[in-house]
Protein backbone atom coordinates (compact mmCIF):
# COMPACT_ATOMS: atom_id res chain seq x y z
CA UNK A 1 0.00 0.00 0.00
CA UNK A 2 1.26 3.38 -0.94
CA UNK A 3 1.60 5.88 1.83
CA UNK A 4 2.94 9.31 2.39
CA UNK A 5 3.15 10.40 6.02
CA UNK A 6 3.72 14.45 5.78
CA UNK A 7 5.36 16.35 9.72
CA UNK A 8 7.14 19.02 10.47
CA UNK A 9 4.13 21.09 10.33
CA UNK A 10 3.88 24.08 12.68
CA UNK A 11 3.18 27.75 13.69
CA UNK A 12 6.38 30.03 12.81
CA UNK A 13 6.73 34.21 12.58
CA UNK A 14 6.87 35.68 9.47
CA UNK A 15 10.47 36.10 8.30
CA UNK A 16 10.99 32.30 9.86
CA UNK A 17 12.15 29.23 8.49
CA UNK A 18 10.66 25.11 8.58
CA UNK A 19 11.25 22.29 7.66
CA UNK A 20 8.64 19.68 6.35
CA UNK A 21 9.14 15.63 5.74
CA UNK A 22 7.50 13.42 3.85
CA UNK A 23 7.93 9.89 4.96
CA UNK A 24 7.03 7.15 1.81
CA UNK A 25 6.28 3.42 1.68
CA UNK A 26 5.10 1.19 -0.09
CA UNK A 27 6.56 1.55 -3.87
CA UNK A 28 9.77 2.08 -5.20
CA UNK A 29 10.18 5.61 -3.88
CA UNK A 30 13.42 5.56 -6.38
CA UNK A 31 11.60 5.57 -9.53
CA UNK A 32 8.70 8.23 -8.87
CA UNK A 33 9.02 12.16 -9.33
CA UNK A 34 7.48 13.59 -6.56
CA UNK A 35 5.77 17.13 -5.48
CA UNK A 36 3.97 19.37 -2.79
CA UNK A 37 0.93 21.09 -3.43
CA UNK A 38 -0.49 23.12 -1.05
CA UNK A 39 -3.73 24.68 0.20
CA UNK A 40 -4.79 27.77 1.96
CA UNK A 41 -7.31 27.59 4.84
CA UNK A 42 -10.69 27.61 2.90
CA UNK A 43 -9.16 28.15 -0.45
CA UNK A 44 -8.45 25.74 -3.47
CA UNK A 45 -4.87 23.59 -4.45
CA UNK A 46 -1.68 25.27 -5.65
CA UNK A 47 1.09 23.10 -6.92
CA UNK A 48 4.53 24.67 -5.11
CA UNK A 49 7.23 22.12 -5.95
CA UNK A 50 8.10 19.02 -7.88
CA UNK A 51 11.33 17.15 -8.40
CA UNK A 52 12.69 14.14 -10.48
CA UNK A 53 13.21 10.64 -9.41
CA UNK A 54 16.86 11.52 -8.41
CA UNK A 55 16.23 15.11 -7.27
CA UNK A 56 18.16 16.36 -10.20
CA UNK A 57 15.54 18.49 -11.59
CA UNK A 58 13.44 20.64 -9.62
CA UNK A 59 10.85 23.18 -10.63
CA UNK A 60 9.40 25.64 -8.33
CA UNK A 61 6.38 28.11 -8.87
CA UNK A 62 6.85 31.99 -8.82
CA UNK A 63 5.41 32.41 -5.45
CA UNK A 64 8.10 30.35 -3.28
CA UNK A 65 10.90 30.32 -6.23
CA UNK A 66 14.06 31.51 -4.18
CA UNK A 67 12.26 30.82 -0.75
CA UNK A 68 11.75 26.94 -0.94
CA UNK A 69 14.28 23.98 -1.55
CA UNK A 70 12.67 20.75 -2.43
CA UNK A 71 14.81 17.95 -1.80
CA UNK A 72 14.53 13.66 -1.29
CA UNK A 73 17.15 10.94 0.38
CA UNK A 74 15.96 8.24 -1.70
CA UNK A 75 18.46 6.26 0.97
CA UNK A 76 15.55 6.87 3.46
CA UNK A 77 12.30 7.16 1.29
CA UNK A 78 12.09 10.53 2.43
CA UNK A 79 11.26 14.33 1.10
CA UNK A 80 12.00 17.39 2.37
CA UNK A 81 10.43 21.29 1.93
CA UNK A 82 12.61 23.99 3.03
CA UNK A 83 10.60 27.21 3.93
CA UNK A 84 12.79 30.32 4.04
CA UNK A 85 12.13 33.56 4.56
CA UNK A 86 8.33 32.57 5.41
CA UNK A 87 5.34 34.97 4.57
CA UNK A 88 1.96 35.18 5.95
CA UNK A 89 0.33 34.04 2.53
CA UNK A 90 2.32 30.67 3.25
CA UNK A 91 0.48 29.85 5.50
CA UNK A 92 -1.96 26.36 4.26
CA UNK A 93 -2.22 22.69 4.38
CA UNK A 94 0.92 21.08 2.65
CA UNK A 95 0.61 18.01 1.06
CA UNK A 96 3.40 15.66 -1.05
CA UNK A 97 2.04 13.97 -3.41
CA UNK A 98 3.77 10.95 -6.12
CA UNK A 99 3.66 12.42 -9.37
CA UNK A 100 3.62 10.14 -12.51
CA UNK A 101 2.77 11.47 -16.19
CA UNK A 102 1.84 15.40 -15.16
CA UNK A 103 -0.72 14.08 -12.43
CA UNK A 104 -0.52 13.00 -8.58
CA UNK A 105 -1.76 9.56 -8.14
CA UNK A 106 -1.16 9.56 -4.33
CA UNK A 107 -1.47 12.20 -1.83
CA UNK A 108 -0.22 12.57 1.79
CA UNK A 109 -2.59 14.41 4.37
CA UNK A 110 -1.24 17.02 4.59
CA UNK A 111 0.85 19.13 7.32
CA UNK A 112 -0.77 22.20 8.39
CA UNK A 113 1.65 25.73 8.36
CA UNK A 114 0.66 28.70 10.35
CA UNK A 115 2.84 31.94 9.56
CA UNK A 116 2.11 34.37 11.91
CA UNK A 117 3.21 36.73 14.79
CA UNK B 1 0.07 31.05 -18.29
CA UNK B 2 -2.63 28.47 -18.64
CA UNK B 3 -5.30 29.41 -16.59
CA UNK B 4 -8.30 26.53 -15.84
CA UNK B 5 -11.53 27.63 -15.09
CA UNK B 6 -14.19 25.47 -13.51
CA UNK B 7 -18.01 26.13 -13.56
CA UNK B 8 -20.22 26.20 -12.06
CA UNK B 9 -18.51 27.17 -8.48
CA UNK B 10 -20.91 25.46 -6.30
CA UNK B 11 -23.76 23.02 -7.70
CA UNK B 12 -26.63 22.67 -5.64
CA UNK B 13 -28.50 18.77 -6.23
CA UNK B 14 -30.03 15.58 -4.83
CA UNK B 15 -28.95 12.28 -4.85
CA UNK B 16 -29.16 10.32 -7.85
CA UNK B 17 -29.06 12.96 -10.04
CA UNK B 18 -26.45 13.38 -12.89
CA UNK B 19 -24.23 16.33 -12.71
CA UNK B 20 -21.84 17.94 -15.42
CA UNK B 21 -18.93 19.98 -14.24
CA UNK B 22 -16.97 22.31 -16.85
CA UNK B 23 -13.18 22.91 -16.86
CA UNK B 24 -12.12 25.73 -19.23
CA UNK B 25 -8.16 26.45 -20.05
CA UNK B 26 -7.15 29.79 -21.02
CA UNK B 27 -4.61 27.76 -23.34
CA UNK B 28 -5.22 24.43 -25.13
CA UNK B 29 -3.97 21.64 -23.13
CA UNK B 30 -2.68 18.50 -24.16
CA UNK B 31 -5.24 15.62 -23.40
CA UNK B 32 -2.70 13.77 -21.85
CA UNK B 33 -2.22 16.14 -19.41
CA UNK B 34 -5.96 16.84 -18.02
CA UNK B 35 -6.93 15.07 -14.64
CA UNK B 36 -9.62 15.32 -12.25
CA UNK B 37 -9.67 15.42 -8.20
CA UNK B 38 -12.05 15.09 -5.47
CA UNK B 39 -11.52 16.45 -2.55
CA UNK B 40 -13.94 15.91 0.93
CA UNK B 41 -13.97 17.93 4.19
CA UNK B 42 -11.00 17.71 6.27
CA UNK B 43 -9.01 15.14 3.92
CA UNK B 44 -6.56 14.99 1.16
CA UNK B 45 -7.86 15.23 -2.68
CA UNK B 46 -8.05 11.83 -4.17
CA UNK B 47 -7.29 11.23 -8.15
CA UNK B 48 -10.63 10.61 -10.07
CA UNK B 49 -9.25 10.68 -13.66
CA UNK B 50 -5.85 11.60 -15.79
CA UNK B 51 -5.07 12.19 -19.04
CA UNK B 52 -8.50 13.44 -19.09
CA UNK B 53 -10.73 9.82 -19.74
CA UNK B 54 -8.95 7.69 -17.85
CA UNK B 55 -10.58 6.21 -14.65
CA UNK B 56 -8.31 5.88 -11.22
CA UNK B 57 -8.07 2.48 -10.13
CA UNK B 58 -11.42 1.22 -8.21
CA UNK B 59 -13.45 4.41 -9.77
CA UNK B 60 -16.94 3.48 -9.98
CA UNK B 61 -17.93 3.98 -13.67
CA UNK B 62 -20.52 6.43 -13.20
CA UNK B 63 -17.78 8.73 -12.68
CA UNK B 64 -16.92 9.71 -16.88
CA UNK B 65 -14.83 12.47 -18.41
CA UNK B 66 -13.73 13.92 -21.41
CA UNK B 67 -12.43 16.71 -23.43
CA UNK B 68 -9.96 18.23 -26.08
CA UNK B 69 -8.52 21.19 -26.62
CA UNK B 70 -9.39 23.91 -24.18
CA UNK B 71 -12.81 22.25 -22.86
CA UNK B 72 -13.19 19.57 -20.22
CA UNK B 73 -15.62 17.82 -17.93
CA UNK B 74 -16.32 15.61 -15.76
CA UNK B 75 -19.73 13.89 -15.69
CA UNK B 76 -21.63 11.57 -12.47
CA UNK B 77 -24.46 10.17 -13.76
CA UNK B 78 -26.26 9.24 -10.62
CA UNK B 79 -24.52 10.90 -7.36
CA UNK B 80 -24.24 9.14 -4.92
CA UNK B 81 -24.34 10.49 -0.96
CA UNK B 82 -20.36 10.25 -0.83
CA UNK B 83 -20.11 11.95 -4.03
CA UNK B 84 -20.80 15.39 -2.58
CA UNK B 85 -17.32 17.05 -2.30
CA UNK B 86 -15.35 19.63 -4.14
CA UNK B 87 -14.19 18.66 -7.84
CA UNK B 88 -10.67 19.87 -9.07
CA UNK B 89 -9.37 19.99 -12.48
CA UNK B 90 -5.68 20.02 -13.03
CA UNK B 91 -3.14 20.98 -16.46
CA UNK B 92 0.51 19.83 -16.64
CA UNK B 93 1.70 22.31 -18.83
CA UNK B 94 4.91 24.69 -18.90
CA UNK B 95 4.14 27.65 -17.74
CA UNK B 96 2.96 27.41 -14.77
CA UNK B 97 4.37 23.55 -14.86
CA UNK B 98 1.04 22.23 -12.85
CA UNK B 99 -2.16 24.57 -12.60
CA UNK B 100 -5.27 23.31 -10.74
CA UNK B 101 -9.03 25.18 -11.26
CA UNK B 102 -11.00 26.75 -8.41
CA UNK B 103 -12.94 23.88 -8.14
CA UNK B 104 -16.34 23.27 -8.04
CA UNK B 105 -18.31 22.40 -4.73
CA UNK B 106 -21.12 19.51 -5.27
CA UNK B 107 -23.94 20.25 -2.64
CA UNK B 108 -26.52 18.70 -1.23
CA UNK B 109 -29.70 20.61 -2.35
Known amino acids: EVQLVESGGGLVEPGGSLRLSCAASGFAFNTYSMSWVRQAPGRGLEWVSSTTNIGDVTYYADAVKGRFTFSRDNSKNTLYLQMNSLRVEDTAIYYC??????????WGQGALVVVSS | EIVLTQSPGTLSVSPGERVTLSCRAS???????LAWYQQKPGQAPRLLIHATSNRATGLPDRFSARGSGTDFSLTISRLEPEDFAVYYC??????????FGQGTNVEIK
Open chain 2, 90 to 99: QQYGNSPRYS
Open chain 1, 97 to 106: QRLINGFFDY
Open chain 2, 27 to 33: QTVDNRY
